[in-house]
């Protein structure tokens, strides 16, 4: 059981809006520590989807945006495509933690 | 060209140790926070070690008094040293480069194998 929640899967038909969510507590989003996300094909390395609650690093498209209010945060989607399928992670710094950072427990985006 | 290259993982049997090695290209890893971060085969992302700038060191409950994490300046290497291995230490283990008062990995190795198993 993470310390940030995530749905297990959440799917979308090409051209939908999806949206995954990340809930916290007072020790980590709801402290106001930032929410990044990652994206994770199989086999491969996940790779930094937004930093800093709502930033895209160069190359992502800006039909990935992220948002953050209280103890969530939210990863949104827009124009789903075949190629966005993959597991989706949030993850924090969590005050309460030995080791400070923590994952969500990832979700599964299925492009029907 | 920034670059983090994992290695030696294998398989290796219940208690017995392994040392997992990190070579950095493109950056000093003593000038970064640098971390192993864990995937248990259909699991999800586990961070299990940090090394700050500073030396300063942390690590998850899961490896507590297992595992060492280190780095070699002088040949830009992160180390990972596992003992007393158990079967749910079976993962791969990357190597990541965090960014500094973010904590978000800008960074990632391709990954080693680990498993565990007699």
């Known amino acids: 059981q993470s310390v940030l929640t995530q749905p297990p899967s959440v799917s979308g038909a090409p051209g939908q809006s999806i949206s995954i969510s990340c809930t916290g507590s007072?020790?980590?989003?709801?402290?106001?520590?930032?929410v990044h996300w990652y994206k994770q094909l199989p086999g491969t390395a996940p790779k930094l989807l937004i930093y800093?609650?709502?930033n895209r690093p160069s190359g992502v498209p800006d039909r990935f945006s992220g948002s953050k209010s209280g103890t969530s945060a939210s990863l949104a989607i827009t124009g789903l495509q075949a190629e966005d399928e993959a597991d989706y992670y949030c993850?924090?710094?969590?005050?309460?933690?030995?080791?400070?950072?923590?994952f969500g427990g990832g979700t599964k985006l299925t492009v029907l | 060209d920034v670059q983090l290259v994992e290695s030696g993982g294998g398989l290796v049997q219940p208690g017995g140790s392994l040392r997992l090695s990190c070579a950095a290209s493109?950056?000093?890893?003593?000038?970064?926070?640098m971390s192993w971060v864990r995937q248990a085969p259909g699991k999800g992302l586990e961070w299990v070690s940090v090394?700050?700038?500073?030396?300063?060191?942390n690590y998850a409950d899961s490896v507590k008094g297992r595992v060492t994490i280190s780095r070699d300046i002088s040949k830009n290497t992160l180390y990972f040293q596992m003992n007393s291995l158990r079967a749910e230490d079976t993962a791969v283990y990357y190597c990541?480069?965090?960014?500094?008062?973010?904590?978000?990995?800008?960074?990632w190795g391709k990954g080693t194998t680990v498993t565990v198993s007699s």
């Open positions: 493109g950056f000093s890893v003593s000038s970064k926070y």
């Open positions: 800093a609650n709502a």
């Open positions: 007072s020790s980590n989003i709801g402290a106001s520590y930032d």
């Open positions: 993850q924090s710094y969590d005050s309460s933690l030995s080791v400070h950072v923590v």
């Open positions: 090394i700050y700038s500073g030396g300063n060191t």
């Open positions: 990541v480069r965090l960014v500094y008062y973010y904590y978000y990995v800008d960074v």
